[in-house]
Nanobody, 116 residues
């Protein structure tokens, strides 16, 4: 079992930046593919960014060039640096861990609100 706890959400003005962190416990995440998803009100949860165990990354088209995902296996953490934030980035952001057996683990989420 892996427990995931997100932090770093909050209210930010358009054009601003936030850094989300996901702290994992229970097991080391070095062999897991890690990701950030988000869910806006009335919408389905969508993938924002993913980083594989080999540290390959991919991003949703809507955040390419603005967001950056990284991992620190020694600290068992994953981060999402979000720059040039837009109102449409407002959502609850969830950390995800996927193991080689196909099991998904989720955090409870952190709310990001982009508004002036």
């Amino acid at each position: 079992q892996v427990q995931l706890v997100e932090s770093g959400g909050g209210l930010v003005q358009p054009g601003g930046s936030l850094r989300l962190s996901c702290a994992a416990s229970g097991r080391t995440i070095s062999g897991y593919h890690m990701g950030w998803y988000r869910q806006a009100p009335g919408k389905q949860r969508e993938l924002v960014a993913r980083i594989t165990s080999a540290e390959y990354t991919n991003y949703a088209d809507s955040v390419k060039g603005r967001f950056s995902i990284s991992r620190d296996n020694a600290k068992n953490t994953v981060s999402l640096q979000m720059n040039s934030l837009k109102p449409e980035d407002t959502a609850v952001y969830y950390c995800n861990a996927l193991n080689t057996g196909g099991t998904n683990y989720w955090g409870k989420g952190t709310l990001v609100t982009v508004s002036s």
